[in-house]
């Protein structure tokens, strides 16, 4: 599974600018949440996949820099055994 969203992540980054896959990766809504406990919000919880994505690249040392190289980052991935864990 983590293999998996590494590889879409790869695939966001190659779609050209202003795609809805991109900017729902970087929409930020203002809203004021009320008192208590805040319900999960889809955002919140993509921002977190997005943060363990992140983290998962580090890990295998992949840069945004490989997306462009679509072969490099598939057997980055690939190799990265961490479907493993």
Sequence with gaps: MRVARLRWYGHVLRREGGSVAETALTLEVKVIRPRGRPETRLLDSVNSRIDSVKSDMTEVQLTAGY???WNKWW???S????DKR
């Design 67 to 69: 997306a462009n190289g």
């Design 75 to 77: 057997r980055r991935c």
């Design 79 to 82: 190799t990265a055994n961490l």
